[in-house]
């Protein structure tokens, strides 16, 4: 499953390259709560069909209104982009389903261009982090090379926002336990491959959409060449497939490194790297073990929503510490029965 962002501008890309007039609209500013983020998309044809979200649905439903022929309105307009905003009263915000003092204010794009529409898009499919820059005076883009992921941009003139590859995640190990997480990570956007030599485990494997790879799984990181749009979870409790392909991850550019297993199992490989490999706590300081955030968690089903939780916890900049909360959830919860386990029975 593509990103959504990739989805919106390939869709408006594809309509406007079959002669279709279409706007493209994207969140610029938000002020208190809003249902969508900065930078949220969504695209707009002129007969009313609609890809991506601006907010949970009204907002969609007002811009269909105004600007398509399938509510006898005069359809989309030609000229420089707009700016919007909805939710500016309490009346507005009610009437637009906003939270109680939420706005938010869209750049709305008419026509944009499909040459340039089609150049970002075929950039981003290389795997290259693009800057798009709108002129809001004539409605040109821009297109360039960008380093890193910034935030988007707006100053009332010019919208200037990144794009890159969408996030991919390698999954070590071909359980049930992953097929679980992929699926989720499929829904979440990522781009998923599963690496695992044993062949018993990948010729079970029945979920589509996912890259198989056999190869070792040290040589499966090299070749996935992270980027800080990656993850790799290392999930089938075995050192010698887990630990070298989490060394190799540890010195990438990967947002996530982690892999499952008991906290003693965690301590013992981080043990291990230190004395064969190397390693320092301070190396290993960006190695998560065991993965998932506390949820009491049982079956496999249970355990991705914990893993993939925290994963988009660390993807959205939410701060975890480096012992996950898994372990010390456990330590807290078994701090807390001990004491009243051993609690005297009240006298009547």
Not at 48 to 56: D, E, T
Not at 116 to 141: A, I, M, N
Not at 223 to 231: E, N
Request: a negative charge; proline letters at 6%.
């Amino acid at each position: 499953m593509e990103s959504i962002d990739v989805r919106v501008l390939r869709t408006v890309r594809d309509w406007r390259a079959d002669g279709h007039r279409a706007l493209l609209a994207t969140v610029i500013r938000t002020w208190g709560s809003s249902p969508r983020p900065v930078g949220a998309m969504m695209a707009l044809r002129e007969d009313g069909r609609a890809v991506g979200s601006v907010s949970g649905g009204c907002i969609e439903d007002d811009l269909i209104f105004r600007y398509t022929r399938a509510h006898g309105a005069p359809g989309i307009p030609s000229g420089s982009p707009q700016v919007v905003s909805y939710g500016v009263s309490a009346d507005e915000a009610h009437r637009f389903g906003l939270p109680c003092g939420g706005t938010l204010e869209l750049l709305l794009e008419f026509d944009p261009q499909h040459d340039s529409l089609g150049q970002l898009v075929q950039r981003l499919e290389t795997g290259e982090l693009v800057r798009r820059t709108v002129c809001c005076l004539d409605g040109s883009v821009t297109l360039d090379h960008a380093d890193k992921p910034e935030h988007l941009q707006f100053d009332g003139s010019h919208l200037t926002s990144i794009f890159g590859p969408e996030y991919r995640m390698l999954l070590i190990g071909a359980g049930m336990l992953t097929e679980y997480l992929s699926t989720m990570a499929l829904f979440n956007g990522f781009s998923v491959a599963v690496c695992d030599p044993r062949v018993e485990y990948m010729d079970a494997w029945s979920l589509p959409s996912v890259q198989k790879i056999v190869e070792m799984p040290d040589d499966a990181v090299v070749a996935f060449r992270p980027d800080q749009r990656s993850c790799i979870v290392a999930l089938t409790h075995d050192p010698k497939l887990d630990d070298l392909a989490l060394l190799e991850a540890l010195h990438s550019p990967a947002f996530y490194v982690g892999a499952i297993g008991s906290r003693r199992n965690s301590e013992s490989r981080r043990a291990r790297m230190i004395e064969y490999f190397d390693e320092t706590e301070e190396s290993l300081e960006r190695l998560r073990g065991p993965v998932g955030i506390h949820i009491n968690s049982k079956t496999p089903a249970e355990i991705a929503v914990s893993v993939m939780a925290e994963i988009l916890a660390v993807k959205n900049g939410v701060h975890l510490p480096r012992e996950l909360s898994v372990a010390q959830a456990k330590r807290q919860q078994e701090a807390a029965v001990a004491p009243a386990n051993n609690l005297a029975p009240l006298e009547h």
